[in-house]
């Protein structure tokens, strides 16, 4: 094992042991008003309704239902955020889901207006982490994420979602279309993040990488 390997290893048994320990949810925020003080790092996830959000930060953090999963898109509608650690080290931060047909218009870009405000104005956001279903690779709705999160010049990864849902071959060319795009992005990490929350996969991978930003 090289060095860098080893370090990487140590990096995953720390994020594990971490993730292991106190994950609480704080407060939800349905406007900029009602953020915590920004005192702790922050790292968000975003993506489309229904991209397996509320399931994939479950995984991260190592439980059931810290974060409520649902069928039916839409369902976060406001900033929600956890606190990791004791004493806490940084904060996990659910953003509105975007890309939803169902939802009125006013209330549409009510989300859109909370979500780029928060995004261009929040100094403690180290990084969001983007995700895309990966059944489906990015849509035209991920690639205006992606641009509004290089226009806020705010780093993020870019997570494949539901990987276990799709042939291997597939799944490679997915991923390298993905990476693909994102080299396209200025704010866009290179390495793209493959994950099922169901089967575990990539879980211990990017909870290091988590704790890697927070550390930035």
Known sequence: MTDEEKARADQIARAEKLFSGPVTFLKSAPALKFLPEPDVPEVALCGRSNVGKSS??????????IARTSVTPGRTQELNFFDVGDPLLFRLVDMPGYGFAKAPVKTVETWRRLVRDFLRGRVVLKRTLLLVD?????????????????EAAVGYRVVLTKADKVKASELAQTVERTQAEARKHVAAHPVVHVTSSEKGMGIAELRGAVLDDVEL
């Open 134 to 150: 990966a059944r489906h690779g990015i849509k035209p709705v991920d690639a205006e994420m992606m641009a509004m999160l290089d």
């Open 56 to 65: 994939l930060l479950n995984a991260i953090t190592g439980r059931k239902s």
